[in-house]
């Protein structure tokens, strides 16, 4: 059984396409997004918003 849903892969697809066009932007600032991390990061993203099977963030935040 695959860690992520069809949604969330055909998401990050679109975002990998995009970023290799030179079309995909980030939302907060809108640059142009070069980094591969960074756009599966928003296919991840976009894949939660969109109701997919997709595991929680992780928190930048460590408890002790």
Do not use: C, D, F, N
């Amino acid at each position: 059984m695959g860690r992520y849903g069809e949604k969330p892969q055909k998401k990050v697809e679109k975002a990998m396409s995009e970023r290799k066009h030179g079309t995909l932007k980030s939302g907060s600032t809108g640059k142009v997004v070069t980094s591969k991390k960074q756009a599966i990061a928003i296919g991840l993203s976009e894949a939660r918003r969109a109701g997919g099977k997709v595991p929680a963030k992780k928190s930048s935040s460590k408890k002790k």
